[in-house]
């Protein structure tokens, strides 16, 4: 018989000496195995990359101790959404660091409602909580000395109010958190190019420093064809102040790809769109030196390394 804890052996005893039956403390045993539910130790929780950064995306998988109907999370006080991947059996969700997070251990707090059953006590929601370092990345220290016309470090009142207009648009647009996931496996580039700048770090402007660098830049001429990252829903495509000719596409639960200083546009506003599609052509609109492409990861407010997300297998 397996081991048990000394409370549960004098309930068993107990129950021997009420009923008179050897067999009393295998049978109660038995009868506690299938009305409690099962231990942590049966869940397997993992993270991939195995090594948490900040800056960087996270998939979460997790086999449950138990079937489950439907699997959510907290991360870093962001909601998680988990599909069930049927060939391996385990829960999944994408999710990420921020860029500001300090190092340290934060937990991943999980809740799932089982499967239905016709048992009262197998309906009863089952929770779990797993904690993960996250260290500090090493992202290239190099400080990019650029030089852009007055009106992006010096603007006018009246290009002020077009600064405004689209703060405003990014703010309405790019928290926005839809519920269904419509990405699918490996994210790909979206454009076969040299890299020319890369994300975290540090961008000058005509001399004064600005925020790091929270994209990937591809090198390419005006004209190029710009191609979607993976499936989702174009959420913008028009002119930004800074940006440019910008396309957003919601991959779904938080998840967004931009495509900045384009010099045509492609696709339209609530359009589907699959991965690989032609959203748009390369350019230079907007704050940019020179004809590019930069391209931004955004989950639920935060940006991530593009470059980290284009290397990962994904369900």
């Not at 996270?58 to 699997?71: E, G, T």
């Not at 870093?76 to 997070?101: C, N, P, Q, R």
């Not at 396309?247 to 492609?266: P, R, W």
Request: proline share 6%.
């Amino acid at each position: 018989m397996s081991k048990q804890s000394p409370r549960l052996s004098r309930l068993g005893e107990a129950w021997q000496n009420r009923t008179g039956s050897r067999s009393a403390i295998a049978i109660f045993a038995a009868f506690l195995a299938t009305a409690l539910p099962a231990s942590a130790a049966s869940w397997t929780v993992r993270a991939e990359p195995a090594r948490l950064v900040n800056g960087a995306p996270v998939l979460f998988q997790v086999k449950p101790s138990a079937k489950l109907h439907s699997l959510s999370g907290t991360w870093l006080a962001h909601h998680l959404s988990f599909s069930y991947d049927a060939s391996t059996k385990m829960w999944f969700s994408l999710a990420g660091v921020g860029f500001e997070t300090a190092p340290g251990k934060y937990s991943l707090e999980l809740s799932g409602e089982p499967a239905k059953s016709k048992s009262a006590a197998a309906s009863t929601a089952t929770s779990f909580t797993r904690a993960f370092t996250v260290a500090h990345a090493q992202y290239p220290q190099i400080k990019v000395e650029l030089t852009v016309g007055k009106k992006f470090t010096e603007p006018s009142p009246e290009q002020q109010q077009q600064i405004a207009e689209g703060v405003k648009t990014k703010d309405e647009y790019l928290n926005r958190v839809t519920p269904d996931r419509e990405w699918d496996r490996k994210f790909e580039a979206p454009a076969e190019a040299p890299i020319s700048d890369v994300y975290g770090s540090q961008r000058i402007f005509n001399g004064v420093a600005q925020r790091p660098h929270f994209g990937l830049d591809f090198r390419v001429p005006t004209g190029t064809p710009v191609r979607a990252m993976n499936s989702g829903t174009v959420l913008l495509a028009r002119f930004l102040y800074f940006e440019g000719n910008c396309v957003v596409i919601d991959h779904g639960q938080g998840l967004l790809t931009l495509y900045l200083h384009l010099s045509e546009f492609k696709v339209k506003e609530g359009e589907a769109v699959k991965r690989g599609q032609e959203i748009g052509l390369s350019g230079g609109t907007g704050r940019a030196t020179g004809p590019h492409l930069h391209v931004a990861v955004r989950w639920q407010g935060t940006y991530l390394d593009p470059a980290r997300l284009l290397q990962m297998s994904l369900p």
